[in-house]
């Protein structure tokens, strides 16, 4: 069986990311198996999955920045606000200049209130988002607080009559559609848009180039961890020594004196094994997880 930790994979297009998730259980020969943040079937790349006791990370990795390259194509709008979906709407974009482009991607950076997709995850009264657009509904989602920190385009292509595509590498809070940039955008200049390709390049400090492919997990089955527990948790967080009698105190949930780390952190023990990830409040370092083996 494989060691708790983490597996930076490169997601292959087509796949769910639960797809990913069953067959990393297989590889894996576990049932705790979870996923740090959901891709799009059509989208590919960094997609942070935790294996045994390193699953309880992943709340931590889902809330973390991300950062993508993503094509968007100007000039149409789908349902889905992707390629997935149906057209819904055609206007020429050929006369929309550069210029233009740029400025409609530019307002879409820093706090942004944005509208998610309606073909989302996102539940409304029990119910996904994306499953009542199928069922004919039409959802209307409440804007959310979301940060995008960087937006640069990268390219501007022309290549095809009636329709502008743009290349933008974009960097973002947890929770921002890269798709919903791509429908305002569309929208700011008239002429509709859509994501036809998403790649996502980082999520926190895991990136591209750490991450493994399915096939090459496939060989090195069952030991697909690319980043076992204590490794993954001091990549991830500020690191607090914590000598005897606190690790003692703090494996069995105890609070420990605050050492003005802002947090969340990881705690270590003497033998460099992680014992907790631990915030502070009201003067006390509490564990929000204990990861001590009992």
């Known amino acids: 069986m494989s060691a708790d930790g983490l597996i930076v994979v490169d997601k292959p297009g087509g796949m769910t990311s639960h797809d990913v998730v069953a067959r990393i259980r297989r590889l894996a020969r576990t049932r705790r198996v979870g996923h740090g943040g959901t891709l799009d079937p059509m989208a590919t790349g960094v997609l942070v999955i935790g294996v045994g006791r390193a699953t309880r990370l992943l709340t931590y990795v889902i809330g973390a920045g991300k950062s993508y390259a993503a094509t968007v194509r100007l000039g149409q709008a789908t349902v889905t606000d992707d390629a997935e979906g149906d057209v819904l709407a055609t206007t020429p974009a050929g006369t929309v200049?550069?210029?233009?482009?740029?400025?409609?991607?530019?307002?879409?950076?820093?706090?942004?209130?944005?509208?998610?997709?309606?073909?989302?995850?996102?539940?409304?009264d029990g119910q996904r988002a994306y499953k009542r657009v199928r069922e004919g509904e039409s959802v209307e989602l409440p804007a959310r607080r979301v940060t995008v920190s960087r937006l640069d385009v990268r390219a501007i292509r022309r290549d095809?009559?009636?329709?502008?595509?743009?290349?933008?590498?974009?960097?973002?809070?947890?929770?921002?559609y890269i798709r919903a940039l791509a429908r305002d955008a569309g929208l700011a200049l008239s002429v509709g848009g859509h994501l036809t390709a998403l790649r996502r390049t980082a999520v926190g400090g895991f990136t591209l180039a750490e991450a493994a492919t399915l096939d090459e997990l496939e060989r090195r089955a069952p030991e697909v961890v690319n980043l076992p527990l204590d490794a993954a948790?001091?990549?991830?967080?500020?690191?607090?020594?914590?000598?005897?009698?606190?690790?003692?105190?703090?494996?069995?949930?105890g609070p420990l004196d605050p050492a003005g780390i802002a947090g969340p952190y990881a705690v270590f023990g003497p033998d460099g094994g992680l014992i907790a990830i631990v915030s502070e409040r009201d003067g006390r370092a509490r564990a929000e997880i204990v990861l001590a083996p009992a």
């Open 233 to 253: 948790a001091d990549r991830f967080f500020p690191r607090r020594e914590a000598g005897a009698d606190e690790a003692r105190v703090l494996s069995h949930g």
């Open 97 to 124: 200049t550069d210029e233009a482009v740029r400025s409609a991607f530019a307002a879409l950076t820093g706090e942004i209130d944005q509208v998610p997709s309606a073909v989302s995850a996102i539940k409304i």
């Open 160 to 176: 095809t009559p009636d329709v502008v595509d743009v290349d933008i590498d974009v960097t973002c809070s947890s929770g921002t």
